[in-house]
């Protein structure tokens, strides 16, 4: 195992693509830029931490000395929980850090919450904050800490998207070809955003399904002009005019879900009906909703995900929720795998298992 | 007594009467004292300025700058605002209410006033607030405010609150009393911007916006208040100045409204006319289509009320701007701190930090053939003193006997964008490390030398 100090793998200038360069990547932000062939190492490296969790005593040596700091600026149980319990069983330390009782609440600056990080050389910082883009803020900032983005605002949940293409890919085999509908909020969506990078990446293609008035405004554009920024995009990243890769725009969830292989239904926050974009949550389950029925309609063996925290009876029925197609438990231990992989790979630069 | 000056074999631009050719200017006393031809004596101790290769203009006006002093000295006071207008080329300034407190009452006009002439020969022209405390509610004291020196009223920052506010503003403004001049008209400026369409700031509603993950700001919340306010002005009368128009859907409003002959002004600013939306994702708008993100993306200095646009609106502005539906270009020169803008995206303050870099990169559109440099020059002189009104016309001349308000600037001087370097305590430009071709060399104010740039 290499143990190289983490300036010597700072690769990336402050206009540079973040995580690639000539050396290891340093930070993940979002799937953006990562490859077919990034993926499908991590998941493999993933694939071996499940045998660790497996094991009576959950924890090897191989990040011992290092220093994972979790920075979460908004209310999270499961990502939190899952980065620190995969730092932990690397034998990294993880020191968690709050939003309640941090110096964020005194009114100290992110930037200087994050420098004061670097200062004490941590290795890494895993945020999660209530503002898009803030994951780059500290990139662009820090010369020696890696920035990992567990959920910026509105905008990515890169690991939320490696642990999606995970489940899938236990059950899918190749993610090549296959079409994975997303459903519900997918304007507010960081889930959405990031599984889209990942899946185009992995060669499948999304149709996204929801409330038009939950979906971006420049893909229902496309879908309504069929212009220049319309119809599906054959690479991984979208070009201009294109928010994102290789997806279409199906509002009515029958049609969308026919001959799915993976439907992955969103969070809905109901608050968001009080805000006058929903009728009422009864139309949205009746629209929206994924049941038993609706899932006939798909192949044979589609999954079901949901990113959680699910309401149940809302997104998807009860006995849906807790059926044989539903993968949302097995999604949280691959969470721990795919984060585990994550760190070794970022805090020790190589693909190397333990 | 300011020296005498003679600028030599300049080319001589004057928006004023069309007129542009090579020739001498002479300067004395304040004001305007010889234009054109190269004989004749000049008085002794005239200071003697080779304009070779360059040109001289009437002195440039901004309708449209924050210099933030009372309340936001942080960010930038009147003597650092107006020392970053005079490296701009600006003589004179139209500084915003939105202070700390609002200019909504004569002392406060008084007091930035007598800031201004503290600081240097540059005008300082307050805009007062339509509304007390720029809250919405209440018309300002506008006869009072008028007289102390308020050129118009706005409450920019925000939009004129609401349709019923504004009628009320263009009815009151439009009929001031004598002691302000007989019948005078004030404009009214409005920052067009419906609060309940508009989600979030700083970004163009559109990809980069569903991109990025941010709320984006769309045309139509722009274009409905423009459309509100052209129907106002065709209720009641008045004059109206739309401030920082953006989209291409609120240019052909107001040039529509225009041919209907209705007393309707506009300004663009330099940002809108030369960036777009692009901007936002960072490395100065470049290199970015089909790309990843790049940690430079979510570029808080390209962060501005309204937006940077799309490609196509832009370029409507520029042909706004060439054909006059855009009257002046307007900086909107927004200074802040960098503390300000050192945060993520959705926290950061709105506005750039214009003055000393809108020249510069307004010479981009000559430099690319898209608009000619009197017509340029024009909107920097002739047009925003019209909006002002017919009183501020000897601003933007060089017609003899006139206040020595003049520019010279190199058409042709490349330079690099150094923002550190700034006299605006603003450094918040995304343009820094930006070449643009074409400097301000000299800029008089009054006859007094407000910025000296020839030896550098």
């Not at chain 2, 060439?322 to 300000?340: C, E, I, N, R």
């Amino acid at each position: 195992m290499t143990t190289r100090a983490p300036s010597e793998k700072a690769t990336t200038s402050s206009t540079g693509t973040p995580g690639m360069g000539a050396g290891p990547r340093r930070h993940v932000l979002d799937l953006d830029d990562f490859s077919a062939a990034e993926i499908g190492a991590l998941l493999d490296s993933a694939e071996a931490m499940r045998e660790v969790m497996d094991r009576s005593i959950k924890k090897v040596p191989s990040l011992r000395g290092k220093v994972v700091v979790t920075l979460f600026l908004e209310p999270s149980t499961r990502t939190r929980v899952s980065f620190e319990q995969a730092g932990k069983m690397l034998s990294a330390d993880v020191i968690n850090i709050g939003g309640a009782g941090s110096a964020a609440e005194k009114g100290e600056s992110l930037l200087n919450t994050a420098l004061t990080l670097q200062a004490m050389h941590a290795d890494l910082i895993v945020i999660r904050h209530p503002h898009s883009g803030a994951p780059y803020f500290l990139a662009r900032h820090l010369r020696s800490t890696g920035v990992v983005n567990a959920g910026d605002g509105m905008h990515a949940h890169p690991t939320q998207a490696l642990l999606d293409l995970m489940t899938m890919r236990r059950h899918l085999g190749s993610l090549e070809g296959a079409r994975v509908v997303i459903v519900g909020d997918v304007l507010h969506s960081r889930v959405a955003r990031s599984d889209a990078f990942g899946l185009a990446a992995s060669g499948a293609s999304v149709v996204l399904c929801g409330p038009p008035t939950m979906m971006p405004l420049d893909l229902l554009r496309a879908n309504r002009d069929g212009g220049p920024d319309g119809g599906p995009d054959a690479g991984s990243n979208p070009g201009p005019g294109r928010s994102l890769p290789n997806v279409t725009v199906e509002p009515d969830l029958d049609t969308a879900i026919a001959g799915a292989d993976a439907v992955i239904a969103l969070r809905l926050q109901t608050e968001r009906q009080a805000a006058g974009m929903l009728p009422s949550l009864r139309e949205y389950t009746r629209r929206w909703q994924v049941t038993e029925a609706r899932m006939a309609l798909a192949k044979p063996g589609a999954l079901l995900m949901h990113p959680g925290p699910m309401n149940e009876g809302l997104e998807i029925t009860s006995a849906l929720a807790h059926g044989p197609t539903a993968q949302i438990e097995e999604q949280v231990t691959n969470g721990v795998a795919i984060r585990m992989a994550l760190l070794y790979s970022l805090l020790t630069g190589t693909e190397e298992r333990p | 007594m300011s020296v005498p000056l003679l600028i030599k074999n300049a080319r001589l631009i004057d928006p004023s009467d069309g007129s542009d050719a090579a020739g001498d200017l002479l300067i004395v006393d304040g004001v305007i004292a010889r234009r054109g031809s190269t004989n004749g004596s000049v008085p002794d101790g005239t200071r003697v300025v080779d304009g070779t290769g360059m040109v001289a203009a009437p002195g440039f006006i901004d309708l449209h700058a924050h210099l933030r002093e009372p309340g936001g000295e942080d960010k930038e006071t009147i003597a650092t605002g107006t020392a970053a207008g005079a490296r701009g080329g600006f003589t004179t300034l139209c500084c915003m209410p939105n202070t700390n407190p609002a200019i909504d009452s004569a002392a406060v006009v008084e007091l930035i006033v007598r800031r201004a002439a503290e600081a240097g020969p540059i005008r300082v022209l307050p805009f007062g607030a339509v509304s007390r405390g720029r809250s919405g509610v209440e018309l300002t004291d506008m006869e009072e405010l008028a007289r102390a020196g308020a050129v118009g009223f706005t409450d920019d920052g925000s939009p004129v609150a609401t349709g019923h506010l504004m009628q009320m503003a263009l009815l009151y403004a439009g009929q001031l009393g004598p002691s302000t001049g007989s019948g005078r008209r004030l404009p009214v400026m409005d920052h067009c911007e419906d609060h309940s369409i508009t989600k979030g700031l700083g970004v163009n509603e559109g990809w980069v916006a569903s991109r990025l993950g941010l709320a984006g700001y769309p045309s139509a919340a722009e274009e409905s208040i423009v459309a509100r306010d052209i129907a106002l002005l065709d209720l009641v009368g008045g004059a109206l100045h739309i401030a920082h128009l953006s989209t291409a859907g609120a240019i052909d409003q107001v040039r529509r409204a225009k041919e209907r002959g209705l007393l309707v002004t506009a300004e663009a600013t330099p940002h809108h006319l030369t960036m777009t939306e692009e901007w936002v994702l960072g490395e100065h708008g470049r290199g970015q289509a089909g790309a990843a993100l790049s940690a430079a993306a979510y570029e808080t200095r390209a962060k501005v009320s309204p937006p940077l646009r799309a490609e196509a609106d832009r370029l409507a502005l520029v042909a706004g701007l060439a054909d006059g539906t855009v009257d002046a270009v307007a900086t909107d020169h927004a200074p802040h701190t960098f503390g300000d803008k050192e945060v993520p995206f959705e926290e950061a303050a709105v506005g750039l930090s214009v003055l000393e870099t809108a020249f510069g990169s307004l010479m981009g559109l000559v430099h690319a053939g898209a608009l000619d440099l009197p017509t340029l020059i024009h909107r920097l002189t002739v047009g925003p003193a019209g909006v002002l009104g017919e009183r501020y016309a000897p601003l933007a001349t060089l017609r003899e006997g006139t206040p020595a308000d003049v520019v010279l600037f190199d058409p042709g001087e490349s330079w690099t964008v150094d923002a550190a370097s700034f006299a605006s305590k603003g450094k918040n430009t995304p343009l820094d490390g930006e070449t643009l071709t074409g400097r301000v060399k000299l800029t008089v104010a009054g006859g007094e030398i407000a910025f000296d740039g020839l030896g550098a």
